[in-house]
């Protein structure tokens, strides 16, 4: 079974450069036809979808994020990670990965983001 796990900054200034890593068990990122993704819950809000890296390593991301984010792998370690740029507060968020496959998904358990001076 794929399992997942975030890890990363809790508290992050506005402004400054934000990066989680996603550590997969159970399963490799480069399996076919497996989608990495990242996705994130701002306190009241529903989830919001920031982009994936696919199996081959093609990556698609928010419109609306695509100019601060970028996601890497990393095939040696079995990871993938999230960066995204110029925090602002509103940024705040629980930050999840996730994986997908057909009916199949996993889920990590989500790292809390703060961004606050």
């Known amino acids: 079974q794929v399992q997942l796990q975030e890890s990363g900054p809790g508290l992050v200034k506005p402004s400054q450069t934000l990066s989680l890593t996603c550590t997969v068990s159970?399963?490799?990122?480069?399996?076919?036809?497996?989608?990495w993704s990242w996705i994130r819950q701002p306190p009241g809000k529903g989830l919001e979808w920031m982009g994936v890296?696919?199996?081959?390593?093609?990556?698609h991301y928010s419109p609306s994020l695509k100019s601060r984010t970028s996601i890497s792998r990393d095939t040696s370690k079995n990871q993938f990670s999230l960066q995204m740029n110029s925090l602002k507060p509103e940024d705040t968020a629980v930050y999840y990965c996730?994986?997908?496959?057909?009916?199949?998904?996993?889920w990590g358990q989500g790292t809390q983001v703060t961004v606050s001076s």
């Open positions: 996730n994986v997908r496959s057909g009916f199949f998904t996993s």
């Open positions: 159970g399963g490799s990122i480069t399996t076919g036809y497996y989608a």
């Open positions: 890296i696919l199996y081959d390593g093609n990556t």
